[in-house]
């Protein structure tokens, strides 16, 4: 014995509705394009990237709404494009906010117990920056075209064991995977 249902049908409306695409899409967009035109002519106050995101926010909600009523399509893109946008939005601005060094600037401290201060000049400073391989990344492109490769990995140990000793700081691991390659 089977049992089949005698006949199928499907119930419902044909439109898709887009709800809250459009307006969310909108907020993103708008706070995004507002804060990345700040950092690109690199405004370092931040209040003016709290202002300037809200007020890009709310016009791009509104943009966002009326264009989510006239399209489906436009408004799922919108959305797509604010959360795309979100996080090379996030990285201009918080470089843009970032501490500077100031140009005179010539000793680093280390944070030493008391009494075991040292100062170090620029150059002392610099050869203890560890070199980065040069190597395969997971993308290259030359001038001709594109890679898909196995990346470099390396793992280093930050400071050597004299350092450590000279300078007080504590082992540290370096990881480092290279992701993508560009020759101009």
Do not use: C
């Not at 909108?26 to 507002?34: F, N, S, W, Y």
């Not at 209040?47 to 809200?54: D, K, V």
């Not at 006239?70 to 408004?75: F, G, I, K, L, R």
Request: aromatic share 6%; charged share 10%.
């Amino acid at each position: 014995m089977t049992l089949v249902p005698k006949t199928a049908s499907a119930t419902g409306t044909p439109e898709v509705k887009t709800g809250a695409k459009g307006v969310i899409g909108g907020l993103l967009v708008g706070a995004e394009l507002v804060v990345g035109v700040e950092a690109l002519i690199g405004l370092d106050q931040w209040w003016a990237y709290a202002a300037g995101a809200g007020a890009g926010a709310v016009a791009g909600g509104i943009g966002g709404y009326y264009i989510g009523k006239a399209s489906t399509p436009a408004a799922t893109g919108m959305l797509i494009s604010g959360i795309i946008l979100s996080i090379p939005a996030t990285v201009f601005t918080l470089q843009a906010i970032s501490y500077k060094v100031p140009s005179d600037a010539t000793t680093t401290a280390f944070h030493l117990p008391e009494g075991e201060r040292t100062l170090m000049d620029q150059s002392q400073f610099q050869a203890l920056q560890i070199q980065r391989p040069v190597g395969a990344a997971l993308l290259n492109h030359d001038s001709e075209k594109l890679n898909i490769k196995m990346p470099t990995i390396s793992i280093d140990q930050v400071y050597s064991i004299e350092e450590q000793s000279i300078h007080g700081v504590a082992s540290l691991t370096d990881y480092q995977m290279s992701l993508l390659s560009l020759q101009f």
